[in-house]
Structures are given as C-alpha cells and as structure tokens.
C-alpha cells in the first residue's frame, strides 16, 4: 500500500512539473512561466531568492509564488532598501502580508492585480529577495 501510495505521489508531481513547464513563456523580458487562461504568472524561488527580479502582467492578473526549495519563506509588501525591510501597503496593490510557502513544491497565489501599475514584494525572511510585479 506504501509503494502505491509513494507511485501516486509521485506521478502527481510529475503531472504538475510537466504542465508548468508546458504553460510557456510570461511577457517581458523575464523568466517564468504564464498561464494565459487564467492570467497567471508563475514566479519560481530558489532558497534566498526570486528567479527574476521582476514580471508583467495583465490587469486582473495573479502571480503564483512557487518555491523550488526546502526554505521557507515569508511574503509581504514592500521591499529591501540598503539592507533594511521596508514593507509598504501600495495603492492598488492586493494586500500581501505575512504569505508563507515553506518547502519544495509549495506555492501559493497572490492577486489578483486590478489596478495598473508597479507593486513591490519582498521576503521578511531573506535580504534582498526583492520581486517588481508590474501591471499593464
């Protein structure tokens, strides 16, 4: 029943690897991968930081935070400046405090972003783990 269950497991992972890497490419410049269904963006996080410093996507659009390792992490508004934690609720932004994704595989969504613009997120728990999410 173990090795059933382990087989499962794992073809299930391997299911949710191959169709986030089937999705495509995000606008931009950036690195990440886009759902353009439902107007998501996907933003990958190695164990102290954000794959791409920043994305942009469409008004009404989410970003899933998805984390590639064993770190935890803590999300918020705002970001590092010269060191130190600056966490800010911008206008227009949704309101992103204290978002934890802890282990390889975890993710989690943020958004949607209704209003055009640029938004600031950081991890409390990592220095200088900055993400720009820009709204067009």
């Given at each position: 029943m173990k090795k059933l269950l382990a087989v499962l497991i794992f073809?299930?992972?391997m299911t949710l690897v191959i169709a986030a890497c089937s999705s495509g490419s995000g606008t931009g410049s950036t690195s990440g991968s886009s759902n353009s269904d439902s107007g998501g963006y996907m933003v990958h996080m190695s164990d102290q930081?954000?794959?791409?410093?920043?994305?942009?996507?469409?008004k009404g659009g989410t970003i899933m935070l998805?984390?590639?390792?064993a770190t935890p992490h803590i999300i918020a508004s705002g970001s590092w400046v010269n060191g130190s934690s600056q966490p800010i609720q911008e206008k227009g932004m949704p309101t992103v405090n204290n978002v934890q994704i802890s282990g390889s595989g975890n993710s989690q969504v943020i958004g949607p972003f209704t209003t055009p613009g640029t938004f600031h997120l950081y991890c409390t728990v990592h220095p200088g783990m900055n993400l720009?999410?820009?709204v067009q």
């Open positions: 073809f299930s992972l930081n954000f794959a791409q410093s920043s994305v942009t996507i469409r998805m984390d590639d390792a720009t999410v820009i």
